[in-house]
């Protein structure tokens, strides 16, 4: 790929105290993300993938290893910089679309934006965009209750979307979805980051999903590997 690394992940390592001893979840995990690269991450359940994306995201810190984001260490900064972070250049989507019930679509999609101080026309506006974009400018009044689940999933999509992050982790974003409606929305969020050239990592345990992607890893016993070497 000729374009140029936007994350850069180092020897990554995490482990977790339990009663039968001490798991190591992660075993020098290393990788490298290309700007507008969407990639999956493919594993058993308990392998550590939520654990990885949550560590990337700078939800949770590492034992051991670096993340470069922009070739910028994300590992040593403050914890109210690791925010800024967050907000400046991160979206998020999870299995569960974790809207806030109060909220309309459109107030939910720009909540991210309002925490940037950013006027409320102008959020609007840029909601107002994605929801089109996303086939729901008729929902933008509804409340998260008042959605299918597809349509939430989609709210969730335009909310990581809505500032624009240079990267988006997506942790089994169709996981919750019948198969139609999981293709439907996997389809939206490939052609929507690729528009906003957002580079994505996404975990998921559908094959399909996964080899409709540009790369995919998969999580075995602690490190990351090409999918071909599992099976040479």
Not at 82 to 99: D, P, S
Not at 140 to 162: M, N, T
Request: with cysteine.
């Amino acid at each position: 790929m000729n374009k140029p690394a936007l994350l850069n992940v180092i020897n990554l390592h995490k482990h977790f105290a339990a009663p039968a001893g001490t798991i190591h979840v992660l075993k020098g995990v290393e990788f490298t993300l290309h700007e507008g690269e969407f990639l999956a991450i493919v594993g058993e359940s308990g392998s550590g993938k939520s654990t990885m994306l949550q560590i990337l995201g700078t939800l949770e810190r590492p034992d051991q290893g670096e993340i470069l984001l922009d070739a910028e260490p994300v590992q040593s900064l403050s914890s109210n910089r690791q925010a800024y972070l967050r907000n400046q250049k991160i979206g998020f989507v999870y299995q569960a679309h974790h809207l806030i019930p109060e909220l309309s679509a459109l107030e939910n999609i720009i909540l991210p934006l309002m925490v940037r101080g950013m006027e409320t026309a102008t959020a609007e506006s840029r909601g107002r965009e994605l929801l089109s974009r996303l086939g729901l400018e008729q929902r933008e009044d509804h409340i998260p209750a008042k959605l299918s689940g597809g349509e939430a999933q989609r709210v969730a999509v335009g909310r990581a979307l809505a500032a624009h992050p240079r990267l988006l982790l997506a942790d089994e974003p169709t996981g919750n979805l019948d198969e139609h409606t999981a293709q439907e929305v996997f389809g939206l969020l490939r052609q929507l980051c690729r528009e906003e050239n957002a580079a994505v990592v996404m975990v998921t345990h559908s094959l399909p999903l996964a080899e409709a992607c540009d790369r995919t890893l998969v999580l075995h016993d602690g490190l990351l590997v090409s999918s071909s070497s599992l099976t040479n």
